[in-house]
């Protein structure tokens, strides 16, 4: 079933920020329709589903990126360079989260979390212009030496640097 996500009022602190499930994107609340809390994800969650991700991303990077140019270097007796095969594979990773955070709002390191990346101003899915501004100044985040990650320490809301520019927070959905 999909779900849509409404938020309730602006996030000030992080445990005030509260969103509701709803089992359709355009149905307003009422008393007895049954929602889901969801409050934005802790630290420590968030830097494990990353951990996780990396796991998932040899995979990716395997099927989607290594067998093609290895198939075309054996087939064709040409391998690129290596700014090439970098952009390739960068991309590969940016078709990869940007479908899925502005498809599903969560990746399959974010489903075994329990995690979903949600458009700050109205609670839903990113937009795909979100997603593929997060995906980027994520990548900014990690070559500034983690800068914009280690951001949410001193984020009021703990968000990561690129969520706070690009409009988006990560929410833990409680289990049913």
């Known amino acids: 079933?999909?779900?849509?996500?409404?938020?309730?009022?602006a996030c000030p602190v992080k445990t005030a920020c509260v969103f509701f499930l709803m089992s359709s994107p355009d149905s307003v609340p009422s008393s007895g329709a049954p929602?889901?809390?969801?409050?934005?994800?802790?630290?420590r969650r968030r830097f494990a589903a990353m951990l996780y991700e990396l796991l998932l991303l040899v995979g990716v990077a395997a099927v989607c990126w290594l067998f093609p140019w290895m198939i075309m270097g054996m087939t064709l007796q040409w391998t690129p360079p290596g700014e090439v095969a970098l952009l390739d594979l960068l991309l590969v990773f940016g078709l990869y989260f940007v479908w899925y955070w502005?498809?599903?709002?969560?990746?399959?390191?974010?489903?075994?979390?329990?995690?979903?990346?949600?458009?700050?101003?109205?609670?839903?899915?990113?937009?795909?212009?979100?997603?593929?501004?997060?995906?980027?100044?994520?990548?900014?985040?990690?070559?500034?030496?983690?800068?914009?990650?280690?951001?949410?320490f001193i984020d009021r809301d703990r968000l990561f640097l690129h969520d706070r520019l690009c409009g988006c927070c990560v929410v833990w959905l409680a289990p049913r």
């Open 35 to 43: 929602r889901q809390s969801a409050e934005l994800a802790s630290l």
């Open 102 to 152: 502005q498809r599903h709002g969560q990746t399959l390191a974010m489903q075994t979390w329990r995690l979903k990346v949600l458009d700050r101003a109205s609670g839903r899915n990113p937009s795909p212009r979100q997603a593929l501004a997060r995906y980027g100044l994520a990548w900014l985040s990690l070559i500034a030496c983690g800068a914009g990650f280690l951001w949410a």
């Open 1 to 9: 079933m999909q779900y849509a996500l409404e938020a309730v009022f």
